[in-house]
Every structure is written in C-alpha cells, then in structure tokens.
C-alpha cells in the first residue's frame, strides 16, 4: 500500500512557511522563509482571498491569477466555438430535415385557354 505524500509540515499542497501578525496600519509581513521559497519580490502584487467564517486570508500572486484567467478565457472562447460549431450543425440539420418532409408537387404545363 502506498503512503501518501506530505510535506514536512503535513499540509499535502502546501506549508507553513512562517507566522506574522498585522500592523495598525493593516501592514502584514510576509516571513523572509515565505519570501525566498515563493519568489516574493518587492513590489509584488497580489489579490487577496477571504472567508469570514472562517477566519482565514489567502494571497495569491497577481501574476499567477492573470495567468489563470487567461487560461479560463481561453479555454471559455474555446468551449464557445465549440458550442457554436455544434448549433450550427444542428441548425443545418434542422433545416435538411425540414426541406426532406416538404410536399413534393407535380409540375403544371402550359395553361391553356379552355374558350378556344
């Protein structure tokens, strides 16, 4: 049976890279551990995630989010096309079918003039 692998700090997806506490300015530290191991650079910007129930803050690099959602775009404009491609075949064979159960009527000649 395989164990599953953790980190050293047990968190599976992620680590505890540190504590720190916010100023009264609502300054946060980011701890120089976090900093080195994630690539934090000064000036980084981030969006900030939270859930009140639960108490808890999330960053995530600004960077990464905008990658992310270029992803999802991307992939929307895809699903889109492909949605696109299917209606307009369904469309066409809406109409194919529409045309077969048309009538089909047989061709008059010439009218003729029944006073001659």
Known sequence: MQQKKENSHGFGHGKVLGTTSMGERGQVVIPREAREELDIKPGEKF???GNKRKGAVILVKAEMFNKFADFFMSASKK????AQAIFDKSTTTSEDEDDAQ??????KGPE???KE
Do not use: C, G, Y
Request: charged fraction near 30%.
């Open 47 to 49: 969006i900030v995630f």
């Open 79 to 82: 699903f889109e096309s492909m």
């Open 102 to 107: 048309e009538p089909v009527t047989a061709e």
């Open 112 to 114: 003729v003039d029944e």
